[in-house]
């Protein structure tokens, strides 16, 4: 036993990026085991170790974590990610739901046919740029600080930071009109932890390819056609 | 000013139901306005009052809080309602987040073309009986207390309590498995103030009906 957290997901993105993106920001190392097949998932299913038989699940302090937020607000609060008092967690709570609404939008890309795709990507372009952008655009300009709440690097950074890549490998100039999003996307990626986590031969996932896509439907018997929002 | 959270939703349950199931319990009193009108919605917009564009909204401690989660988590913290420790959060915020997908069932339910209700319903007892309610029976059985965590009322029970009661509009013998939950289910519709806002005259909503779903799609038609 490491000591340190184990992570049970597939090899690739999906709701476990976050969970990895922010444990790395941490400073945390962490293992992972990675599902390739539907015998691995359903003896995990069998040894009790998924509360609602899905994945993210982390093996972390005892716990086997399940539901991507608890473990990401487990953690953010264990390592200091998580504002100083009750109202710095609620701005820190409300900006994140409002990035993980956004990625919601680029999880189910890799699922979707080829036709559907491209109206995904400019929905999540313009849900970008006229809703999601601008709000923290203007929290950086009205604030004038390096970070989003308090000033203190918090999960909202991290958070906003792997949205913003995440959008741009859709469409790369997608910043162009954010001035102070440019300069925090700058000023957060060199920051060491996440300086380390953006550098080759880390355990950053790959854009999702096909091949993640059928190791998924496979591993879940999710064979139903998913469909754009 | 009235100092009381003041809550902006359609007059239904939807998304904010939840707030206001936390609220009642935590005994906290609030004031609710209603999205009748497209006109309303934009001009809330308009005046910067909803950060995303989205409600529910709540007002509440200087704050315009929006975000589901980040308002019950609010609410939650300033009441007590979210364990003694960050261990008892995790298990807290486990419980939750899993009656949540179960709850989203139920919210889009009103919503699913009419060829595909019966399917969801399906789909809605399935995961209520197989993958849900088995979770908390068990976490009952085992400890054998009045609570799902730390042996004191919590968001979590909040949650399932509302969560069961959905269900059971729906699968009306949907507990008949689940024994501890049939207990649990009467011992928190008896605590004071779940009693008060299950009694009639409350800011309980009550099942979303055609008007609902037509006042929804009005509102926020794009």
Do not use: C
Request: aromatic share 12%.
């Amino acid at each position: 036993m490491s000591g340190k957290p184990k992570l049970y997901y597939f090899d690739g993105r999906g709701k476990m990026e976050s969970i990895r993106w922010l444990l790395a920001a941490a400073g945390v190392e962490f293992e992972e085991e990675f599902l390739e097949t539907r015998e691995q998932y359903e003896k995990l299913l069998q040894g009790g170790s998924l509360l609602f038989q899905q994945v993210p699940m982390v093996e972390i302090d005892g716990m086997k974590m399940v539901q991507t937020r608890a473990i990401l607000s487990y953690i953010a609060a264990k390592y200091n990610l998580y504002g100083k008092d009750l109202k710095e967690r609620a701005l820190i709570d409300t900006y994140v739901g409002g990035t993980e609404d956004l990625m919601g939008f680029i999880l189910m890309f890799p699922f979707l046919s080829a036709e559907d795709k491209e109206k995904q990507r400019a929905l999540i372009v313009q849900k970008a740029t006229s809703r999601y952008f601008p709000v923290y655009e203007k929290v950086l300009k009205d604030r004038g600080q390096d970070f989003l709440v308090g000033n203190n690097f918090s999960w909202a950074d991290v958070h906003l930071l792997e949205a913003i890549l995440a959008v741009e490998e859709k469409k790369s100039d997608v910043l162009s009109g954010f001035p102070q999003l440019q300069a925090f996307k700058a000023r957060i990626s060199s920051i060491p932890t996440i300086k380390k986590f953006l550098e080759p031969g880390s355990q950053r996932k790959p854009v999702p390819d096909d091949k993640y896509v059928e190791t998924v439907r496979r591993v879940l018997r999710m064979y139903y056609d998913v469909k754009a929002n | 000013m009235s100092g009381k959270p003041r809550l902006t939703y359609l007059n239904g349950r939807g998304r904010m139901e939840s707030i206001r199931w936390l609220l009642a319990a935590a005994g906290v009193e609030f004031e609710e306005v209603y999205l009748e009108t497209k006109e309303q919605y934009d001009k809330l917009i308009k005046d910067g009052f909803l950060l995303f564009q989205q409600v529910p909204l709540v007002e509440i401690d200087g704050m315009k809080m929006v975000q589901t989660r980040a308002i019950m988590s609010y609410i939650a913290g300033k009441y007590n309602l979210y364990g003694k420790d960050l261990k008892e959060r995790a298990l807290i915020d486990m419980y939750v987040e899993g009656i949540t997908d179960l709850m989203q069932m139920i919210l889009t339910f009103p919503f699913s073309p009419p060829d595909a209700k019966e399917k969801n319903l399906e789909s809605i007892k399935e995961r209520a009986t197989n993958r849900y309610f088995p979770v908390f029976e068990k976490v009952l059985k085992q400890h054998g207390q009045d609570f799902l965590v730390g042996n004191k009322f919590s968001w979590a029970d909040v949650q399932l309590i509302e969560a069961i009661l959905a269900v059971e509009e729906k699968v009306p013998a949907v507990l008949s498995g689940f024994p501890q939950l049939q207990v649990f289910k009467t011992k928190m519709s008896n605590m004071p103030t779940i009693k008060k806002f299950l009694q009639p005259g409350s800011p309980r909503k009550p099942p979303p009906d055609a008007h609902y779903v037509e006042t929804v799609l009005k509102v926020f038609k794009k």
